[in-house]
């Protein structure tokens, strides 16, 4: 069983880096379609929000399917998919074409990303859960640092961004191939945590929604996706066109992901609790990009943004952590529950501030990144404090 731990969890952490550089792709590739499409004020979002869209409506499919087709058998289906219209998004003809591209892409970016996250919960326990849940979202953060340094030296090289998705396309099969193979040998000797789960009921809902901190919780998980959203979509695109500065704006989003997977390193060992880390980090976080923008420059926001990434980068997998020890019993609807309004959120900022963007500057998309951050901590405020007596008395009651 243990081997099979093993070969499961690497295909989740394989799974989740190819599904980062897959959605970080569009902050890299936005000038690029925003060229061949002619996309203009908020139209710019749009592929982001179909992504957004897809994440959502696959999340709300995830229990259900996962109940029907088995967790292993349902993220293999999302990585075969996500290859598949990586490959279709590479090949549009049209804005309509990318973004329904994006739309499915979607589909299989929330199969991917619930998964993962239920699978590592799933098969660890206690300490050992909290770090590699942190070292899961580390991963995803080394997808959002790679995404940039490749495809820009592959465009710079004479690459299209079309030879871009099209050879992301060729590798996300080779792992959707990995990953089939992996679950084919081993699927049969995981633990029975790792089962399909039972079907949702209403009652499951309203017992969540009741808990004390949980939508306070979720509250501080969209205020996070805001402030994450704003600066990965955003951050390159500021620098290169409003500062001429192509090299540093992909170097920003880089450095942005390099704070956000040393977060995820670093803040699960350390300790501190959720709500704590939450009202701190996310003050901080939002103060230092308010700063960059104050400042102005290239050089300002390109660290203000890195420094952010290291002080809030930790705080989905730090929540998912949390929600899902203040819920034993409702593990998979809790991890649903937080991907599926962070998904939300993106989906409707991408649009959103494409719009205020092209009303305004630029840098009114840091701005609402900083608000948010703000608003995050000060959600985290309102939440109390749990010890693990407690959680067990209230799960058992």
Same mark, same amino acid.
């Given at each position: 069983?243990?081997?099979?731990?093993?070969?499961?969890?690497?295909?989740?952490?394989?799974?989740?880096?190819?599904?980062?550089?897959?959605?970080?792709?569009?902050?890299?590739?936005?000038?690029?379609?925003?060229?061949?499409?002619?996309?203009?004020?908020?139209?710019?979002?749009?592929?982001?929000?179909?992504?957004?869209?897809g994440?959502?409506?696959?999340?709300?499919?995830?229990?259900?399917?996962?109940?029907?087709?088995?967790?292993?058998?349902?993220?293999?289906?999302?990585?075969?998919?996500?290859?598949?219209?990586?490959?279709?998004?590479?090949?549009?003809?049209?804005?309509?074409?990318?973004?329904?591209?994006?739309?499915?892409?979607?589909?299989?970016?929330?199969?991917?990303?619930?998964?993962?996250?239920?699978?590592?919960?799933?098969?660890?326990?206690?300490?050992?859960?909290?770090?590699?849940m942190?070292?899961?979202?580390?991963?995803?953060g080394?997808?959002?640092?790679?995404?940039?340094?490749?495809?820009?030296?592959?465009?710079?090289?004479g690459?299209?961004?079309?030879?871009?998705?099209?050879?992301?396309?060729g590798?996300?099969?080779?792992?959707?191939?990995?990953?089939?193979?992996?679950?084919?040998?081993?699927?049969?000797?995981?633990?029975?945590?790792?089962?399909?789960?039972?079907?949702?009921?209403?009652?499951?809902?309203?017992?969540?929604?009741?808990?004390?901190?949980?939508?306070?919780?979720?509250?501080?998980?969209?205020?996070?996706?805001?402030?994450?959203?704003?600066?990965?979509?955003?951050?390159?695109r500021?620098?290169?066109?409003?500062?001429?500065?192509?090299?540093?704006?992909?170097a920003?989003?880089?450095?942005?992901?390099?704070?956000?997977?040393?977060?995820?390193?670093?803040?699960?060992m350390?300790?501190?609790?959720?709500?704590?880390?939450l009202?701190?980090?996310?003050?901080?976080?939002?103060?230092?990009?308010?700063?960059?923008?104050?400042?102005?420059?290239?050089?300002?926001?390109?660290?203000?943004?890195?420094?952010?990434?290291?002080?809030?980068?930790?705080?989905?997998?730090?929540?998912?952590?949390?929600?899902?020890?203040?819920?034993?019993?409702?593990?998979?609807?809790?991890?649903?529950?937080?991907? %599926? /309004?962070? +998904?939300?959120? $993106?989906? *409707? @900022? =991408?649009p959103?501030?494409? &719009?205020? #963007?092209?009303?305004?500057s630029?840098?009114?998309? %840091? /701005?609402? +990144?900083?608000? $948010?951050? *703000? @608003? =995050?901590?000060?959600?985290? &405020?309102? #939440?109390?404090?749990?010890?693990?007596?407690?959680?067990?008395?209230?799960?058992?009651?």
């Amino acid at each position: 069983m243990k081997k099979a731990t093993g070969w499961v969890t690497c295909a989740a952490f394989a799974g989740i880096i190819l599904f980062a550089m897959a959605n970080n792709a569009q902050g890299v590739l936005l000038t690029s379609f925003i060229d061949a499409f002619h996309l203009e004020s908020g139209r710019q979002g749009l592929p982001n929000a179909a992504a957004n869209t897809g994440m959502l409506i696959a999340m709300l499919l995830t229990i259900p399917a996962a109940a029907r087709v088995g967790k292993t058998r349902l993220f293999a289906l999302g990585m075969g998919l996500m290859a598949l219209m990586l490959a279709l998004a590479g090949a549009s003809g049209g804005a309509m074409w990318l973004v329904a591209a994006y739309l499915v892409m979607g589909l299989a970016f929330g199969f991917i990303d619930t998964i993962a996250s239920a699978l590592v919960s799933d098969l660890h326990q206690g300490k050992r859960a909290s770090m590699l849940m942190g070292m899961l979202h580390a991963a995803y953060g080394t997808g959002g640092i790679l995404a940039p340094i490749l495809m820009t030296a592959a465009m710079g090289a004479g690459a299209t961004w079309r030879t871009v998705l099209w050879a992301l396309a060729g590798v996300s099969g080779a792992a959707c191939a990995f990953c089939a193979v992996v679950f084919a040998r081993h699927g049969k000797r995981l633990p029975e945590s790792v089962q399909p789960p039972s079907r949702l009921s209403g009652a499951d809902l309203a017992r969540f929604a009741k808990r004390p901190g949980n939508l306070l919780i979720l509250f501080c998980s969209v205020c996070y996706a805001a402030h994450q959203c704003s600066i990965s979509l955003w951050i390159n695109r500021i620098i290169s066109v409003r500062y001429g500065n192509v090299a540093l704006g992909a170097a920003a989003m880089s450095l942005f992901w390099v704070g956000t997977v040393a977060s995820r390193l670093i803040v699960p060992m350390l300790r501190v609790t959720t709500v704590r880390y939450l009202r701190a980090g996310m003050l901080l976080a939002g103060i230092v990009v308010l700063l960059g923008v104050l400042v102005g420059g290239a050089p300002a926001l390109a660290v203000s943004v890195a420094v952010a990434g290291l002080l809030s980068g930790a705080s989905i997998p730090m929540t998912l952590s949390e929600v899902t020890r203040r819920n034993l019993d409702l593990s998979m609807l809790s991890i649903t529950a937080v991907l %599926l /309004v962070t +998904s939300v959120t $993106a989906m *409707v @900022c =991408a649009p959103l501030i494409g &719009f205020i #963007v092209g009303k305004t500057s630029l840098l009114a998309g %840091l /701005v609402f +990144s900083g608000v $948010a951050a *703000v @608003c =995050a901590s000060a959600g985290a &405020f309102g #939440v109390k404090e749990e010890k693990a007596e407690e959680v067990a008395a209230r799960t058992v009651s």
